[in-house]
T-cell receptor, first 114, second 114 residues
Framework: GAVVSQHPSRVICKSGTSVKIECRSL??????MFWYRQFPKQSLMLMAT?????????EQGVEKDKFLINHASLTLSTLTVTSAHPEDSSFYIC??????????FGSGTQLSVL | GQQLNQSPQSMFIQEGEDVSMNCTSS?????WLWYKQDPGEGPVLLIA?????ELTSNGRLTAQFGITRKDSFLNISASIPSDVGIYFC??????????????FGKGTKLSVKP
């Protein structure tokens, strides 16, 4: 089946630094990818929709300057958490839509900001 | 905005018992999806439902898309220890554009006692 690779799986960083998370569709091209945030024991909350070749669409309340999204190719979207702070610590998950419009999820990235 | 009410929030059952969980919505969805998430991992799709009234099975799992298109249930028969995890329902409006994303329920945590 389709595979979405997300990297890194875990990252620990100091407050004020930036962290980049990659989401790759390994065996299909994805014009649209989605980024979610999940707090402990909570559901997934959509942060933004990443569109290849155009600007991402952010959900209400999500700071676009804080969470930079780049979808430069049909197989790669990146989420950069800029000037990370402890409150940004969370589990981040991406998903990609295959040509049949079915969504496949990455394995997630656990971000811990010290 | 749209909300999904998923119940129960948690279940603690004996191995071999059947499990039932459901989701209801105030809005109509075109697609209902059921996912399982293990700790530290992204959600994995279990069953996808595309038509009102559709009843679909995947091994010991059975899910139905409600006639009103505002609800769905997931049943697990003869539970086994590896069924442990968090189960999420998700609804999808229309794929594409700003309504293409998923709306997730808050999850049902399943614990199975051997």
């Amino acid at each position: 089946g389709a595979v979405v690779s997300q990297h890194p799986s875990r990252v620990i960083c100091k407050s004020g630094t930036s962290v980049k998370i990659e989401c790759r569709s390994l065996d299909f091209q994805a014009t649209t990818m989605f980024w979610y945030r999940q707090f402990p024991k909570q559901s997934l909350m959509l942060m933004a929709t990443s569109n290849e070749g155009s600007k991402a669409t952010y959900e209400q309340g999500v700071e676009k300057d804080k969470f930079l999204i780049n979808h430069a190719s049909l197989t790669l979207s990146t989420l950069t958490v800029t000037s990370a702070h402890p409150e940004d610590s969370s589990f981040y998950i991406c998903s990609a839509a295959d040509p049949n419009e079915k969504l496949f999820f990455g394995s997630g990235t656990q971000l811990s900001v010290l | 905005g749209q909300q999904l009410n998923q119940s129960p929030q948690s279940m603690f059952i004996q191995e071999g018992e059947d499990v039932s969980m459901n989701c209801t919505s105030s809005s109509i969805f075109n697609t209902w999806l059921w996912y399982k998430q293990d700790p530290g991992e992204g959600p994995v799709l279990l069953i996808a439902l595309y038509k009102a009234g559709e009843l679909t099975s995947n091994g010991r799992l059975t899910a139905q898309f409600g006639i009103t298109r505002k609800d769905s249930f997931l049943n697990i028969s003869a539970s086994i220890p590896s069924d442990v995890g968090i189960y999420f329902c998700a609804g999808q409006l229309i794929y594409g554009g700003s309504q293409g994303n998923l709306i997730f329920g808050k999850g049902t945590k399943l614990s199975v006692k051997p």
